[in-house]
């Protein structure tokens, strides 16, 4: 998404961005552990609820309660992607591409192809625009195209998706420059294939 300092584009993305990154992750598969191997998961993974009601299930007892703990591990059907790269390409494409009147269904649908801290960003996106007006009143708009999709050489696990982008609209939204956007990623593989977890814009 493209952002404009002061504008809500700005604001919104700037809420999307402020997930703290946890440090080096690796590619691992919830799903099946060779003989011999073991995985060390260290994937941030947020609690979510409804998209109504996107804050964290509470815990009782120290546990999440079982339908949380499942909503975060459901897949919608062809969420994963044979490799990191398509995977990737993927989710960056939704994720550039939107009008004010798309907005919503679009998160709802990165929620429905992620898992993590991914999902619940979404997820919470989702709710946030349900009571945000303005994006509709200047026909906001957003499109943009993968340039590029590279491990982070500095840290393990970790994926670097640069996107070109510009934003369209009236008022405020009118005349934005096109910007290149740089976003950190992580993936998680699945028995289906492999699946965003985390997802982190930079700028």
């Not at 300092?5 to 590619?27: H, K, N, Q, R, Y």
């Not at 509470?58 to 079982?66: A, L, S």
């Not at 994720?95 to 993590?116: C, D, F, M, V, Y």
């Not at 096109?178 to 977890?197: E, I, M």
């Amino acid at each position: 998404m493209t952002l404009n300092s002061g504008t809500p584009v700005a604001s919104i993305a700037a809420m999307l961005a402020a997930v703290t990154l946890t440090g080096c992750l690796s590619i691992h598969d919830p799903d099946s552990t060779p003989p011999g191997a073991t995985h060390t998961t260290a994937t941030a993974t947020a609690t979510v609820g409804t998209v109504a009601d996107a804050d964290p299930v509470p815990e009782r007892g120290g546990r999440i309660p079982p339908v949380a703990r499942a909503s975060q591990t459901r897949l919608g059907a062809g969420a994963a992607q044979s490799t990191p790269a398509a995977a990737l390409e993927r989710y960056a494409t939704l994720w550039a591409n939107w009008t004010a009147g798309t907005l919503i269904a679009r998160q709802k649908q990165l929620a429905g192809i992620s898992l993590g801290q991914a999902r619940a960003q979404a997820l919470q996106a989702a709710a946030s625009f349900q009571h945000d007006s303005t994006l509709t009143a200047s026909h906001v708009a957003n499109s943009g195209r993968v340039i590029a999709i590279t491990p982070n050489l500095t840290h393990n696990g970790e994926w670097v998706v640069v996107t070109s982008e510009a934003t369209t609209g009236q008022g405020d939204y009118t005349g934005l420059p096109g910007t290149l956007h740089v976003t950190y990623a992580q993936l998680t593989h699945t028995r289906h294939g492999f699946v965003v977890s985390q997802w982190s814009p930079q700028n």
